[in-house]
């Protein structure tokens, strides 16, 4: 929750190339008061069901940017083992997974919420600030 002199973050996944939220996908937050600073881990959480990590930690008094990082690459690559099984003549002789983590950097202000969702399918990805 923001208060009048911090920022607070939220965020969902949504696996474009299904139409459904991502579920599994682990997401830790850092903050740094400072384009300068430092960055300070502060923990993270999962996705749940619905591709939301309801649980992320407070930011810091102070903080100016905030980086998520989405480990994205168990969770593409047991979509990618699934989609395999249904259909094995369109295997992909490349890397298992294009991006294996997925880092968003954005600059925060006190007293705002910042919902940042992710888009993401298994050769591209997207983000924006929502509501």
Known sequence: MSTRTTASVSTH??????GRPAAGVAVRLAARAGRDADWQALGGSVTD???????LPDLPEGTTH???DFAVEPYLTHQRADAQQDAPANRDSGPAVFFPEVAITFAVVPGEHYHVPLLLNPFGYSVYRGS
């Open 13 to 18: 996944i949504l696996d474009t190339s299904v």
């Open 49 to 55: 069901a619905d591709g939301r990590c309801k649980d």
């Open 66 to 68: 905030v980086r998520l």
